[in-house]
């Protein structure tokens, strides 16, 4: 079962997997616009449940998502893609692996390892346009 939180203000405890918050809601605690909600729910990032009326709720751990997809893709540099390949490793492995990579990266960035990789910022490398090849010309 999943972790249950106290409720500060009654002192009982409730279910993170519980939906409660609507879109906009849910999109001010994360401090995205609901239209980014519903991408991530339309690339398979998040799935919110719904009501009769069809009305996406968010629970806890929907928001704990977005977090962690906000995280990847802003500070990590990871596409909605790599998040979705990164989610589905986690759960076919049925382990924390986002969680254990973020908190041992800080350690070997203080151990002065690095690779190719993490050589150069990404806007220090060659823009995308100086990689191209020539491209043959077109008839008009």
Avoid: K
């Avoid at 991530?40 to 998502?65: H, K, M, Q, V, W």
């Avoid at 759960?91 to 960035?109: A, F, H």
């Avoid at 690095?114 to 008839?139: F, K, L, V, Y």
């Amino acid at each position: 079962m999943a972790t249950d939180r106290a409720d500060a203000r009654t002192g009982t405890r409730t279910d993170p997997s519980r939906p409660v918050y609507v879109i906009s809601v849910a999109a001010d605690i994360v401090h995205v616009h609901p239209r980014t909600l519903r991408i991530y729910e339309f690339e398979g990032l998040i799935c919110p449940a719904r009501t009769p009326t069809n009305i996406r709720l968010f629970s806890e751990n929907d928001i704990r998502r977005v977090l962690w997809i906000r995280y990847l893709t802003q500070n990590m540099g990871v596409n909605l893609a790599g998040v979705r390949l990164l989610f589905e490793i986690e759960e076919r492995l049925g382990t924390r692996i986002l969680e254990t990579l973020i908190t041992e990266r800080p350690e070997r960035d203080a151990s002065g390892a690095s690779d190719d990789r993490t050589a150069a910022p990404r806007e220090e490398r060659a823009p995308a346009a100086a990689r191209r090849t020539r491209s043959a010309p077109t008839e008009r």
